[in-house]
């Protein structure tokens, strides 16, 4: 497939490839993109510079309407991303097409937050600060960063996609996006989207290639004025090169489920397996740690465990809640935190099967803190769970680990709960329900290595703008009538 460059799509002249391979077929080939060169990536900017000028005078609602447009044909191309969903990140059928509708959806918000959030400003008066008289009025609006580098990991690469550009261009800022290499296709075909809705050449742009070969050239590019990023690890050395650029990081997280003597056990369970295994695990915000109450914890294991049994494990097509998962590198770390666990003394709930990149669902009982699983992040259809004798057992546990997503807490004591809440050192916590993003509008945020800013509809438009004030000096104070 093409790089998409000033509204066009173009081979790159480096004659080089690479490929996303299919995880739900012991990896073989899926599909082929360019390997851009560093002086189509210089052209990408170039253009995206020149178009930034122009966009930022187009009004806003202009540019709502065209992202309107952008949402209404990405509902009528759903089948086709969602069919790349499936055969490149083995997505099930039905949550790939929900991914797609949900960022049309997004994309429709964003247009109706932008134009009342950027249509407003702020008029300051300096009589309202000691010493000062009405000589002066502040004009303060929200302007453009520029030029937002947009870089979306492999399990939503359509909906964290659609999250970072459509509140970028909103905003009047121009965006080059380098999609997931597993998950490009999906991408490339949301880009379509954009540019057949009308968005003018340059204004939306992609450049393919290995992140782990073009990666460093883009977030380091002198063009860039911000970068939106969400993937793993990748995301700290980007925020150490990035320099003096705005930054929105969302990272990897380990997000607990701290499970008190008095929960609702079926609502945790349901919650938990919901949390735990849905697209096989491999969602920032999936549940990867139980923290359950030694008095509970076998009556609520017996409700998981039912749960698992009940799962089905396949392919994607056929829209089998655990499906491969994404890379065989990926299907080796998780056997490798498995086998550790294991060695040290965890009980496996379930019988430990692997096929290729496909892993049915483990529950790991016992663990310890001297376990890998314990403070690693899976990405994968295996849940540990750690038995714990008070809240403060609990939240030691959770506050120890580098990441800090979210968290959840089952309780039928609201003020318990609350307290757990403040405590969890993670960016959201939810009460008697599993960690998730979404609605889109919520802010969403990391701590730790969790990331940097945050998310939702109207804290990327405020990430994605700056703020611009014009000083009006007067000769004298407004009030003085003559
Ligand atoms: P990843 O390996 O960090 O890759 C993310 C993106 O970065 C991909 O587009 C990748 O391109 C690109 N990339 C790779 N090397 C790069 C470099 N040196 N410079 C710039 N970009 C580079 O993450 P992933 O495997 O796609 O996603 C899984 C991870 O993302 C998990 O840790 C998960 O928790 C996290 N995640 C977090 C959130 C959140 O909101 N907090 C959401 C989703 C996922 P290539 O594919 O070409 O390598
Ligand atoms: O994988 C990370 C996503 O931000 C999680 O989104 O909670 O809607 O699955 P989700």
Known sequence: MRYSVDGTWRTSASG???????????????????ACTTSEVDEVFAKAREAQRTWQRTPLHARAALLHRAATLMRENAGEMA?????????????????????????????????????????????????????????????????????????????????????????????????????????LHM??????????????????????EIGDYLTTHPEVNAI????????????????????????????????????????????????????????CTAVKLVAVFEEVADELLSKVNAQIA?????????????????????ADFIQSLVVDAESK??????????????????LIDNVTHDMKICWEEPFGPVLPVVRVKSDAEALELVNKSRFGLQGCVFTKDIDRAIQMADAMETGTVQINGPPARGPDHFPFQGVKDSGIGSQGIT????????????????????????
């Open 16 to 34: 080089s490839t690479c490929e996303a391979l299919n995880p739900s077929k012991a990896n073989a080939p899926a599909n082929r993109f360019q």
């Open 83 to 187: 069919e790349a969903l499936v055969l490149e990140v083995a997505k099930g059928a039905k949550d790939a097409r929900v991914e797609v509708e949900r960022s049309a959806d997004l994309i429709d918000y964003t247009a109706e937050e932008g134009v009342r959030l950027l249509g407003e400003g702020k008029l300051l008066m300096s009589d309202s600060f000691p010493g000062n008289d009405r000589t002066k009025l502040c004009m303060a609006s929200k302007v453009p960063v520029g030029i937002i580098l947009c870089i979306p990991p492999f399990n939503y690469p359509v909906n964290l996609c659609v999250s970072k550009i459509a509140p970028a261009l909103i905003a009047g800022n121009t965006v080059v996006v380098k999609p997931p290499t597993q998950g490009c296709t999906a991408t």
């Open 191 to 212: 880009i379509q989207c954009f540019l057949k809705a009308g968005f003018p050449a340059g204004t939306v742009q992609a450049v393919t290639g290995r992140g782990g």
């Open 228 to 283: 939106s990023f969400t993937g793993g690890e990748t995301g700290i050395r980007v925020a150490q090169k990035a320099g003096m650029v705005a930054l929105q990081t969302e990272l990897g997280g380990k997000d607990a489920c701290i499970v008190l003597p008095d929960a609702d056990l079926d609502l945790a369970a349901k919650s938990i397996v919901k949390g735990g295994f849905s697209y096989s695990g491999q969602r």
């Open 310 to 330: 009940k799962m089905t494990v396949g392919q994607p097509e056929d829209d089998a809640t655990i499906t491969a998962v994404v890379s065989k590198s990926s």
């Open 345 to 362: 003394g965890a009980r496996l709930c379930q019988e430990w099967r692997r096929e290729d990149n496909l892993i049915w669902p483990l």
């Open 459 to 482: 804290n990327s438009i405020n990430v994605m703008t700056k703020v611009k004030s014009t000083v009006i000096n007067l000769s004298k104070p407004s009030y003085t009538v003559a």
